[in-house]
Each structure stands twice: as C-alpha cells, then as structure tokens.
DNA sequence: TATGGTACTTACGAGAAGGTAAGTTAATGG
DNA sequence: CCATTAACTTACCTTCTCGTAAGTACCATA
C-alpha cells in the first residue's frame, strides 16, 4: 500500500539527519516550548510585531491570573521567544514583545492550524 | 523595527479567517492532540506508511508501559490519526497504522522541527 | 501621613497526567 | 488440565500544573 503525500517522513531535506527518536524529540522540545495553558493566546497577542504593556496583557487575555501571565513570560521569555522590555520608573512600566525566532513561529503554527483544518468529521459507531 | 519575514501572523492565505482567540483554540486543539508524553515517538514509528502490531511497538519504544501506549493509541485513534487493525485470531493480532490525515501531520511537525532548529544559543547574564 | 498605580511574589490546595505492578481473556499445544 | 501468548485492564500512588488569594515594593500625589 502506496501513500501519494509528497513527504513520508519529516525533515527529508533537512540540514539536519533525524532518527525516529532525535526527531521525535526535536519535536518534543518544540512543543515543549509552546506547552502551558496561556502561552498561546499570550503568542496571538503579540505575533505580527506586537508590544503590549503587562497590564495590556492582562486586561486583554479573558480569566488569566497574575501569576500565571508571569509565569508563562517570564518562561518564554527564558526560551528566547519573548522579549522584556524595561522603563525604570515608578509605577513600573514593561512591555513585552516577540524575539526575531519568536515570529518565526508563525509558518509552523500556520502549518498545525491548517492540518487541523483538515480532520475528517469522526463517525462514531454504536 | 521592522521584521522581514513574510507572514506576521498565521493563517493570512488559508479559507478561514481567525482572530486571535480563535486562531489560538486552532492551534490549541492541534496541540492536544500531539501531548502526552508518549504520541510522538508512537507517531515516528508510523509514519512514512509503517504497520506495527501492539507488541512491536512495546519493544520498540524504550520505557513505555503497557497501559501508557494503549492509552496513547486509543486516544489518537479517536482523534483519527491512529487506524487500528484487528485480527480475530488467539493469541490476538491487532496493528496500527496512521490515517492519511495522521501522515498529514508530517509537513507541520517538520516546520516545527526546522523552527526549533534555529533557535538561538541562549546568552545567560550572571 | 495615607492612597494609588503597576508589576510582580508567595502560600496553599485541587485536579490531571503519568508511573508501577498485578490481573484478565481466550484459544492452543503439551 | 495447565501453561503460554498477545493485547489489553485495573488499582493505587506520585508528581506536575494550574487556580485562588493575599502580600510586596516603589514613588508620586493629595
């Protein structure tokens, strides 16, 4: 049985040479990154050049927590996806935005969203 | 500061249009689908049109249990990525293969993989 | 001296995800 | 009659994630 996709498996042209097990992982590392109940919608609210306030960022993100607005920052930010911005003054003032490779996400998410376009409707049996 | 990559945001061609809450449930939704600790590397072993019974999957995947990869086939079988091959035969006989949307997933994960790649070496300040 | 605005930080608890180990089923060969 | 084999299933426990709620620091203003 013959499967007609273009690519079988992932990375055919990469630079990099992928077993089952360091794609999997590569992969794993990726998701990884993106994993956490609001860095998605905190992603969205940044992409296309995007600097948004903390405090823009919580009023604009429905039912999310300080402490979890931070948390999920502050660990993008460790990934190198988010950047923080600074003012020293009194009341404090930091923005955030998205790093050049924090941008660079879009092709891939664009990619998953559109796969997910795709699922066939499920026909459940009884 | 002006960014240089073609798309800003995700989904400017596709035949939805999303606005940022919804683009993130997409994405989101995608995601679920790939987490758990074991689907990936399940995913690997499938991809490019592979079959694998149950047990050859048990040997093949270092350290999982049993119950962790029933868990993780059934659940991706019913989000129709995973196919299930039952022969009715003792001692039984059941295989597993990816739907074409399951060998779908494979452009995406590698424009993840390819984002991943570029990730630049983090510069911690002491 | 008291109040307010902004960006955090901390303590505590509930729930979900994952791990280990043992049990189940059903036909077949000895 | 018993053991074997493959594919599950169940009970129980630990660990991780997320949520709520409250507190902190700093300076400006009234």
């Given at each position: 049985?013959?499967?007609?996709l273009p690519e079988t498996?992932?990375?055919?042209?990469?630079?990099?040479?992928?077993?089952?097990?360091?794609?999997a992982e590569g992969v794993e590392h990726a998701l990884k990154l993106l994993e956490g109940r609001w860095k998605l919608i905190i992603l969205f609210h940044l992409f296309g050049g995007q600097i948004k306030r903390f405090s823009e960022?919580?009023?604009?993100?429905?039912?999310?927590?300080?402490?979890m607005l931070i948390q999920q920052l502050r660990q993008m930010e460790a990934d190198?996806?988010?950047?923080?911005?600074?003012?020293?003054?009194?009341?404090?003032?930091?923005?955030?935005?998205?790093?050049?490779?924090?941008?660079?996400?879009?092709?891939?998410?664009?990619?998953?969203?559109t796969w997910a376009e795709e699922q066939p409707t499920q026909t459940v049996q009884p």
């Open positions: 049985m013959e499967n007609k498996e992932p990375s055919k042209g990469s630079k990099h040479s992928y077993t089952r097990e360091t794609a960022l919580e009023r604009g993100i429905q039912g999310i927590s300080q402490k190198g996806i988010v950047r923080r911005i600074v003012y020293h003054q009194v009341p404090p003032k930091v923005e955030y935005a998205l790093t050049d490779w924090g941008q660079a996400l879009c092709p891939a998410l664009d990619a998953l969203l």
